[in-house]
């Protein structure tokens, strides 16, 4: 049972588009909602996260909007950049935990 | 800082063989956590601690085990390796700041089981 569904799995943009994913959850206490950027033959590492009592959070060139009712949350990259070229990653977790669970990954590219 | 490190980077070993992960961190940060990557599933938990002497399933523990050993260090023992743990696993540490968490991955190690 996957808990936390992204899409596409792949998306091509071309530069200074907007690169968009989606992220769908169904377990209603999950209470953190980060999203993770992996480039090739390194680990992943945060890029921006949001928790549920907000509907937008805006750090640079990278947005996330969340719908509590939809139980949806998206990653919006604006000026899309060659340089965003990665893997992202939306995942999910309740409590204090810490205990991710992680959507199946969307590989961006972006072309010049 | 170093962050995470992870050892080895690589390893070939054939089915029923043993080995151990080792996993540290330099940050001070009482949470760690194993994953698996594998195409097409996203990162998978596999055990984590909360702090040192703690140890706790996530959603693939079969075929696995850890160690605590200190808070620095967190190890990933397999005891007898099968082709399907073919993957790459990364171990992280958690640091809370504030209503923001960050996990922190290593490298990875990319093993393969033949």
């Known amino acids: 049972q996957q808990q936390v569904k992204q899409s596409p799995q792949s998306l091509i943009v071309q530069k200074g588009g907007i690169s968009i994913i989606n992220c769908a959850y169904e377990?209603?206490?999950?209470?953190?909602f980060p999203w993770y950027q992996q480039f090739p033959g390194k680990g992943p590492a945060l890029l921006i996260a949001?928790?549920?009592?907000?509907s937008e959070k805006k750090e640079g060139r990278f947005t996330i909007s969340f719908n509590k009712s939809a139980k949806q949350f998206s990653l919006h990259i604006m000026d899309s950049q060659p340089g965003d070229s990665a893997t992202y990653f939306c995942?999910?977790?309740?409590?204090?935990?810490?205990?991710?669970?992680f959507g199946q990954g969307t590989t961006l590219q972006v072309k010049p | 800082n170093a962050g995470v490190t992870q050892t080895p980077k690589f390893q070939v070993l054939k089915t029923g063989q043993s080995m151990t992960l080792q996993c540290a961190q330099d940050?001070?940060?009482?949470?760690m956590y194993w994953y698996r990557q594998d195409p097409g599933m996203g990162l998978r938990l596999i055990y984590y601690s909360a702090s040192e002497g703690t140890t706790d399933k996530g959603e693939v523990p079969n075929g696995y085990n850890v160690s605590r050993l200190n808070k620095r260090e967190f190890s990933l023992r397999l005891e007898s390796a099968a082709p399907s743990q073919t993957s790459v696993y990364f171990c992280?540490?958690?640091?809370?700041?504030?209503?923001?968490?960050?996990?922190?991955f290593g490298p990875g190690t990319r093993l393969l089981v033949l």
């Open positions: 992280a540490s958690r640091e809370i700041g504030g209503s923001q968490e960050t996990q922190y």
């Open positions: 995942a999910a977790s309740k409590g204090n935990t810490g205990k991710l669970i």
């Open positions: 940050m001070n940060h009482n949470s």
């Open positions: 949001i928790r549920p009592d907000v």
């Open positions: 377990n209603t206490a999950f209470d953190y």
